[in-house]
Every structure is written in C-alpha cells, then in structure tokens.
C-alpha cells in the first residue's frame, strides 16, 4: 500500500537514519557507549518514531536493509568519535528475529568492520528476550554464538518481560542483560521493584554478565542502580536519543 512504497522509498533516500542514546558507566560517570535507534525524518510528517514503521517494514521484507543502514551508520559514527579523540566504548544496534537467522549474517558483519578497521569489541548485537522464548533454530543459534565468539557484545533487550530461561541466556553466549525499562520506573521509590532488580543484579554477577538498566529517568533511580551495582545505566535522565551531529558536543560535555 501507500505506507509500504512511501517507507520503501524512505529507506533509499536516506530518510530513516540511526540517532544515538548514550549509555554510561555507573563506576566512572564515564561513557560505555551508544544504542543506535531508527528514526524517519519525514519532510511533511515530522520525526516519526520505530514502532509506526518497523511493522511496515517487517512485512515488506526490508529489516535487514534497515540493519545494514544502522550498522553503517553505527561504524561511521565509531570511526568520526575516533578520529575526534572521544572515547566512545561501543554501539549497540538492534536485530529482528528473522534476521538472525540469515545464513549470511555472520559474514556481512565481519566484513563491515574490517572494512571500517574497527575490532568486533566496538560492536553490541541487540537481540530481544523473545528471541530465545520462540524457540530459535539452529541457525539463531549459531549466528548468535558466532558473533560472540567473534568478539562482537551480545545484549538481550528487554531483560525480565520475554520469560528467557537462564540456560538459553548461557547457551546464546550473551555478554550483557538490559534490564527493562519496567523494573527501573519508579525503583527509587517501590522496594517491590527495588526487590526485583536486586535479584536480576544478583542472578547476573553469578553468571558473569554485565548489567545495564534501561529507562533510568530520574536522579534518584540512577543514584539507586549504582548503589546496587549495576554496571551501565541508559534512559531519558542521562540523554535523550539524538542525531549524531548531537553527539560529538554531548560527550565533550558530559567527559
Ligand atoms: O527509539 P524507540 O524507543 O522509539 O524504539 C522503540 C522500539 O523500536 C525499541 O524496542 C527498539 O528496540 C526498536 N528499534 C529502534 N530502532 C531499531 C532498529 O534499527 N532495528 C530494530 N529491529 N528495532 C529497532
Ligand atoms: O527496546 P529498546 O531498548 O530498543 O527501546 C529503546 C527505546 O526506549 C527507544 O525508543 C527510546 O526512545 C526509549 N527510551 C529510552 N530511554 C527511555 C526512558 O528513559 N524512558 C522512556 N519512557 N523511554 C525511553
Ligand atoms: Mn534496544
Ligand atoms: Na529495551
């Protein structure tokens, strides 16, 4: 339909692009990196968000072009903080289930970041906690251990709402729990949700996992999160998503 085409045409001409969520580290206030978000910049319609056109796009089949602009944009961004003396850690970008299990997958990424110069540690592959609940082939699977393996961050988005069993969490090889933005809401202040996070937080230091919590908005849940020894924190209250241009003051300031 309409939707289709105009999204399609999109994609090409440049209108849907990466903005950049920092995330830091509780122990040095520091930068740990940057999620990679989608964003269209429609000329009539205004900023449109991912979830009014990552269905579309899902249905057309083009995920995976979507992937391919993000990670460009991912490894450029990488590169221009280099050359500008920022230390920015790594990037995360996000993956749809059908696209791990690409037979291709594995190739394309190594390639990008060899064509990039950059090391596979630069790269976080965002997967969601329905990954492993939708039963994965072998091929996910696979992918999945092969990046790691590669030495590429694995991060399971979403932790706590998706049911993933801590055997599939060791099996997929994951580096890093993104602790749903659900649990931090208001942590500072509900020892229920308090009680929560504590045992995720637990549960990951003894299966060696680093930490990041998701939708930290306040002060008093950023204070929290460290406190209890999450590693990386990301939401609203640290930054906003911004366009990449953003970035480079935002770091400077923040450092
Ligand atoms: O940026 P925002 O919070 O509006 O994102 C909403 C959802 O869209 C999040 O769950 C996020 O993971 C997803 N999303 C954003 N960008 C991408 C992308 O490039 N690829 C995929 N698969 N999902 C994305
Ligand atoms: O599922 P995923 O982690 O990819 O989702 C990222 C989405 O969460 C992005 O669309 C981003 O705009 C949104 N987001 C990031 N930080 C916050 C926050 O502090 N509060 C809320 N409500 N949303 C956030
Ligand atoms: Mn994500
Ligand atoms: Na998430």
Not at 37 to 50: F, Q, S, T, Y
Not at 163 to 174: D, G, L, M, P
Request: glycine fraction near 8%; aromatic fraction near 6%; hydrophobic fraction near 45%.
């Amino acid at each position: 339909g309409d939707m289709m085409d105009e999204v399609t045409e999109a994609l090409e001409n440049g209108q849907i692009q990466a903005w950049f969520q920092p995330q830091i580290c509780t122990d040095t206030g520091r930068v740990s990196g940057f999620e990679a978000l989608a964003r269209w910049a429609h000329p009539v319609r205004g900023m449109i968000p991912p979830m009014s056109f990552l269905p579309t796009l899902e249905s057309a089949g083009l995920m995976e072009r979507l992937s391919e602009i993000m990670l460009y944009n991912a490894l450029t961004a990488l590169k221009a903080w280099d050359a500008a003396g920022l230390h920015v850690p790594s990037v995360g970008v996000n993956f749809a289930t059908d696209e791990l299990r690409n037979a291709n997958l594995v190739e394309r990424i190594q390639w990008e970041l060899e064509r990039f110069g950059l090391t596979p540690d630069r790269l976080c592959i965002e997967i969601l906690e329905t990954v492993m609940t939708d039963r994965p082939d072998d091929m996910i699977v696979r992918n999945i251990a092969a990046l790691g393996k590669m030495g590429c961050g694995i991060d399971l988005d979403d932790f706590g709402t998706g049911h993933a069993s801590i055997a599939a969490v060791q099996r997929f090889r994951v580096s890093r729990i993104k602790i749903d933005r659900s649990f931090v809401m208001k942590a500072d202040r509900d020892p229920e949700q308090q009680k929560l996070i504590a045992a995720i937080l637990t549960m990951a230091e003894r299966l060696e996992l680093t930490t990041l919590a998701e939708g930290v908005e306040t002060v008093g849940e950023h204070a929290l999160l460290s406190q209890l020894g999450c590693d990386h924190v990301q939401g609203f209250g640290i930054g906003r998503p911004m366009p990449f241009d953003q970035t480079l003051d935002w770091i400077t300031a923040h450092e």
